[in-house]
Nanobody, 129 residues
Framework: QVQLVESGGGLVQAGGSLRLSCAAS??????????MGWFRQAPGKEREFVST????????YYTDSVKGRFTISRDNAQNTVYLQMNSLKPEDTAVYYC????????????????????WGQGTQVTVSS
């Protein structure tokens, strides 16, 4: 059974920071060879791409609206992916989802929702103005 569990969300004032974590667990599930991604979904909107990282951590992409503010990283030894979010804005308010793309084993980062096969339940991020 594959499981991705996000944590670290919460309520923060504009300009503040949060660090999201995505821990992978399962009997034989390890993410160290997989491309990983973060997506978000605001109320009434489609789920959108935020950031992605390849298996080794040396290839990353960000959506334009978070460039320079968010940083994705991974600790393969801990089977965990992170999203450091700084200078948060009210428009960053959304449920944030972690996703894994096993089909890109040892591949590149992937900024498209299609291609991700496993998803977490999401963590709420609320930024007040």
């Amino acid at each position: 059974q594959v499981q991705l569990v996000e944590s670290g969300g919460g309520l923060v004032q504009a300009g503040g920071s949060l660090r999201l974590s995505c821990a992978a667990s399962g009997r034989t599930f390890t993410i160290y060879t997989y491309t990983m991604g973060w997506f978000r979904q605001a109320p009434g909107k489609e789920r959108e791409f935020v950031s992605t990282i390849n298996w080794s951590g040396d290839n990353t992409y960000y959506t334009d609206s978070v460039k320079g503010r968010f940083t994705i990283s991974r600790d393969n030894a801990q089977n965990t992916v992170y999203l450091q979010m700084n200078s948060l804005k009210p428009e960053d308010t959304a449920v944030y989802y972690c996703a894994a793309a096993p089909r890109f084993k040892y591949g590149s980062a992937w900024p498209v929702r299609a291609g991700y096969d496993f998803w977490g339940q999401g963590t709420q991020v609320t930024v007040s103005s």
